[in-house]
């Protein structure tokens, strides 16, 4: 059996204990998994702290061009990272899965690399010049989750190195392996200490946010831990990028043609099977036009093949674990139990974590599928009759990531989007985020954005040079 490693100081570090990590789709094991003590996490802090003054003082191009010697490597290991992937994730190879995972690795690295920050001078009269250099941080926490386990992870780690700072990167418990194989195959052109890791459950996350010697938290995850590493944080006051996933609404204004958005629909909310940050969680849709909805998007529901994410020919793959396997079947058995019409669609495997495509209609706000995000594939439709109320649905919800607005004319769909409470507002899309687009949350859903020139700034801090002329 293959036994997986950190890596500090750019070495393979042994651990003392492992966890095995199983494949969702189909039970068999991937390998063993390290499980990194506290002692492993004080070392990984001080091997990226010690690093950190030398990766500081390269240039900034030295840094552009080893950022996109990193996209050079995702490229070139792009197939073998997006099989283990599909393996110990479970999202398909194909369609918006673990190649399309990949891809969005390479393109969030080279991006990163290809921007910069110089020094702006904010003010300049005849007696004084003031200019904003921005210096990095310094050790950055990065804390990953296990549904875009790389993806997420390329988010914190990229800006980060571009802009000075090193990394402790910590992936999900659920999801270890691609992650640390990820990180040992850029570590190539990586100076030692630069990136760093560690692994193990919510203990050594916090052992990591809360070491005093860190000086940076970039984390996606639950609101729960997010408010934990908030507290955790007053022992080194960090500043935090916080992204909580949301329960995303989408509105569907009246007399909208639901053929025309029945596929940008379907895969807003059923994108990972709907285990993403920013998918549709909720679904409002007029009453005149609820049936024609549902009649689209359970056209595309029939035809989607369900299985191992390993054969070219599935879309849809399992839940990645048994806590949010049973997690979305509790909600949906709570639907079931209160009447609504539970649709389901697809022959799902005897064998890992798979669940049917699932619509869920005849249902309402206050049901635990609409106000608990769900995190799988299962959408609720909610039938309005007045837009009004439909906005006021959408906002109701202290989890405020993304939400959609979908029209046949944008002239309809504009001013909606103005009223709604999210961190994106996407008009007939949705998830559709952007290396060059700042992204994240509002209210419950975090603080902080990632990508484009703002996602730089997060990790750097303002030092102002002020000259008497
Ligand atoms: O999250 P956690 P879990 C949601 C989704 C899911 C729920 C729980 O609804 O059902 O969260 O998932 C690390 N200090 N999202 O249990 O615990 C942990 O080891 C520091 C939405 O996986 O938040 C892992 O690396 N770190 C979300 C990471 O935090 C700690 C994506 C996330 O785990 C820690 C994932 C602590 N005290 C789940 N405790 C999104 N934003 O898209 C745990 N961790």
Known sequence: MQTFTNLVNGKAVEAADHQEIF????????GLAPLSSEQDVNDAVIAARKAQKMWANTSDQERQETVT????????NSEYLAQLVTREQGKPLAGPGSRFEIQACIGWTQVPAALSLPPETVYEDEERKDTLHRAPLGVVAAIAPWNWPLMIAIWQI??????????????????????LEMVRLINQVLPPGVLNTVSGEGRIGAALTSHPDIDKIMFTGSEATGRRIIEASSRNLAPITLELGGNDAAIVVPGTDAKAI??????GAFLNMGQTCACIKRLYVHENDYDQVIAALS???RKMPIGDGMNDANLIGPLQNEMQYKKVKELVDDARTNGCDVMEF????EKGYFLPVTLVGNISDGQRLVDEEQFGPALPIVRYRNLDDAIASANGLSAALGASIWANSLEEAEPIALMLEAGTVWINQHGAIHPMVPFGGNKASGYGVEFGLEGLKAVTQPRVISIKK
Do not use: C
Not at 23 to 30: H, R
Not at 69 to 76: F, G, K, P, S, T
């Open 346 to 349: 697809g022959d799902t495997p």
């Open 69 to 76: 010697r990193v996209a050079e490597i995702l490229q070139d």
């Open 262 to 267: 029945s596929e940008g629909l379907f895969w």
């Open 299 to 301: 056209d595309i529901a």
């Open 158 to 179: 990229i800006p980060a190195i571009r802009m000075g700072n090193t990394v402790v990167l910590k992936p999900s418990e659920y999801t270890p392996i691609a992650t």
């Open 23 to 30: 494949n969702p789709a189909t039970g068999d094991s991937l």
